[in-house]
């Protein structure tokens, strides 16, 4: 199944803002648009979560890959905009200790330089 | 107004979406809180996801049921399937604690659910197994932010 995922720009980063529910069914979906965006050489993520609704582990799952493919390319993920339920599936599976969360896409991340 | 849902299906990712819009209409229905209805939304996707992927290997007619109820001051989720054993309250949970490089990149969403419910029971009975989550509607009883990794340490 497939996402719809809308697309903008910073000054130095690529805002990807997925549309209502990503889970098991578009996860896929996802991943293949995140990691072609990363493979074509983008290095500053930023996953705006304000038009996102629900979000399941196999989709927390596509934010690893892509935390993880950054950090070795000494690139950067950010997320942002987290509806307060979301967030709290964050803290309990402890991804707002890697990956930072802030408040709206111009807020500093945590712990960030 | 009803306070019950019955669903029996055949284990598809696409059923997660049809099923997952019965239970928004069951919580606007019953007027229930966002985070809870969330809660089952959410421990359905990785519950049917775990069976498709992995639960019905050799099973002739595998088949999921999906009961959503409100018992007092309770949600209660069940769900009895006729797959391959397996105890989910069993299942060790991940290192939640580990950083980026050494994270694992499944065995989430077992954790996730597990730490969200009240309570959670699994039984093996007649060839099936049952898993029920309860979620308590009353904020002042509800856990919700419990740590469940202690139990399973």
């Known amino acids: ?9 910073t000054d130095d980063a690529l805002v990807l803002l997925p549309v209502g529910r990503l889970d098991s069914s578009n996860a896929r ?4 648009i995140v990691m072609e965006r990363i493979g074509g050489g983008e290095r500053r993520l930023i996953v705006d979560f304000s038009r996102l609704d629900f979000i399941s582990s196999a989709g927390m799952r596509v934010l690893l890959i892509a935390a993880k493919a950054l950090k070795t390319a000494d690139g950067s993920l950010v997320l942002c905009a987290m ?7 964050f803290r309990i599976s402890g991804f707002d200790r890697i990956i930072p969360i802030t408040e709206s896409r111009e807020a500093p991340a945590n712990g960030s330089a | 107004m009803m306070d019950e849902f019955h669903v029996s299906l055949a284990p598809r990712l696409s059923a997660v979406r049809s099923l ?3 239970v928004e209409e069951f919580g606007d229905a019953n007027r ?6 969330y809660m089952v939304n959410l421990a359905l996707d990785e519950l049917i996801t775990n069976s498709v992927t992995y639960g019905f290997d050799g099973v002739a007619s595998p088949r999921i049921e999906v009961t959503v109820r409100i018992d007092g ?3 209660v989720l069940t769900t009895v399937d006729n797959g391959r054993r397996f105890d989910p309250t069993a299942a060790a949970p991940p290192d939640v604690d580990a950083p980026v490089e050494r994270r694992p990149i499944g065995g989430l969403g077992l954790h996730i659910i597990k730490t969200f419910a009240d309570r959670v029971t699994y039984e093996y009975e007649n060839g099936r197994n049952r898993l029920t989550l309860e979620h308590d509607l009353n904020p002042a009883a509800s856990k919700g932010r419990r740590q469940s990794d202690e139990e399973h340490r």
């Open chain 1, 1 to 9: 199944m497939n996402i719809e995922v809308a697309e903008e720009r």
């Open chain 1, 29 to 32: 979906a996802f991943e293949s």
């Open chain 1, 83 to 89: 509806k307060n339920h979301i967030q709290e599936v």
């Open chain 2, 20 to 22: 997952s819009r019965m």
């Open chain 2, 32 to 37: 229930l809180p966002h985070p809870k209805v």
């Open chain 2, 73 to 75: 001051d309770a949600l």
